[in-house]
């Protein structure tokens, strides 16, 4: 993986830790993990330790592809998008990236995975 892509990786995976994002990681040593990237579950140093000692062959994010978007989603974002008045591109960015949207055309570059239909139940509390 070029510097270039880790850099892209590592900017939109710090955006996505309060959100539980589910990651594929593939270790140096030939096995593969799979989890949650967040916060609370403390997978953040996990992570970190992984990255510090050197353990991590490639890591990958499932992310939803723009396209997947629900007729309900497409209206919570115009509602939003209304209520803020003028477009404010913080807080649709952190929309998009709170529903796990691929912002950044990572899974059309192999840099992500696109994440199976109702991977992310966006509306459990």
């Keep these: 993986m070029k510097v270039k892509d880790k850099e892209l990786l590592l900017k939109d995976l710090c955006a996505r830790l ?9 270790l ?5 993990e799979e989890g949650l990237l ?5 997978y953040g140093n996990v ?4 990255f510090y000692y050197n353990k991590i062959k490639d890591i990958k994010p499932y992310l939803r592809p723009m396209s997947s978007m629900t007729d309900a989603e497409k209206k919570e974002l115009w509602e939003l998008l209304k209520k803020l008045g ?5 807080k649709r960015l952190d929309w998009f ?10 899974i059309e570059n192999g840099l992500a995975l ?3 239909e109702e991977m992310y139940d966006l509306n459990k509390d």
């Design 18 to 26: 309060p959100y539980h994002v589910r990651c594929k990681i593939w």
């Design 28 to 32: 140096k040593d030939g096995t593969t």
């Design 38 to 42: 967040d916060l609370e579950h403390n």
């Design 47 to 50: 992570l970190q330790d992984a």
């Design 86 to 90: 003028i477009i404010s591109d913080v």
């Design 97 to 106: 990236v709170a529903h796990h949207f691929d912002i950044r055309n990572l």
């Design 114 to 116: 696109e994440a199976p």
